[in-house]
């Protein structure tokens, strides 16, 4: 099989959203019945096929230049954690009397920190949410355009930026893959792939580019 095949067929066929039975069957159903989605083993049966997915916020991206505030769908504003809403319990009272009496790992399950975040500690550090700066940037000579640390003052030791060789015809055509609505249909793992291989197509950098642009990333 060829390099474009194979790549194709991995990235059409995520496991972390995926139907459970053939694609082209569930395809068939939402063509013959127009209200198939609505049926309840079709959220298990085709979640792909019906979007039941959900996507990642975008500051869980590599589009986003600070990461997640500690809600987890906020975007920080800085490393520091600039821009991240107020930290507070939504049930203060309730909260109060929960960790009162339960062990707090049963106080602070999923839906107690949900609800006490503030209580349960989980924005007690607000900027350990956001991305941390890049190493990169620390280093003497600061960063390549894809995160190593340059070796000299104009790029010496950094890539020139280009698509992969031998996939220019594959970045075009999956190029949507460039937009964060692909990770509502394709796993994560896969998309940063694609964005490794055409930098290029998908706007990291511009063709033979070797440093970092720092209006992207900048020192604190």
Not at 45 to 74: E, I, N, Q
Not at 105 to 132: I, L
């Amino acid at each position: 099989m060829n390099q474009y095949g194979r790549f194709i067929i991995i990235s059409i066929s995520p496991a972390a959203c995926r139907d459970s039975i053939t694609t082209p069957v569930c395809q068939h159903f939402v063509q013959t019945y127009r209200d198939s989605c609505k049926w309840p083993e079709m959220k298990t049966s085709c979640p792909l096929t019906c979007k039941f997915c959900v996507p990642l916020p975008r500051c869980a991206t590599k589009a986003s230049r600070y990461g997640c505030c500690w809600d987890k769908k906020t975007e920080a504003k800085s490393y520091a954690g600039d821009g991240c809403p107020e930290c507070r319990d939504q049930f203060p009272s309730y909260c109060r009397e929960r960790i009162a009496r339960h062990p707090r790992k049963s106080a602070c399950n999923k839906n107690g920190s949900k609800m006490c975040p503030k209580s349960c500690g989980v924005c007690e550090h607000k900027a350990a949410a956001a991305q941390a700066p890049p190493e990169c940037l620390y280093s003497h000579y600061g960063c390549c355009w894809d995160l190593t640390s340059a070796q000299g003052p104009i790029g010496e030791g950094c890539v020139a930026c280009r698509d992969r060789h031998g996939f220019k015809r594959l970045c075009k055509l999956w190029s949507h893959y460039c937009k964060d609505e692909a990770y509502k249909y394709v796993q994560k793992n896969v998309i940063d792939e694609f964005r490794e291989t055409c930098p290029m197509t998908c706007g990291k950098c511009r063709i033979g580019q070797k440093m970092l642009d720092l209006s992207v990333y900048k020192r604190n």
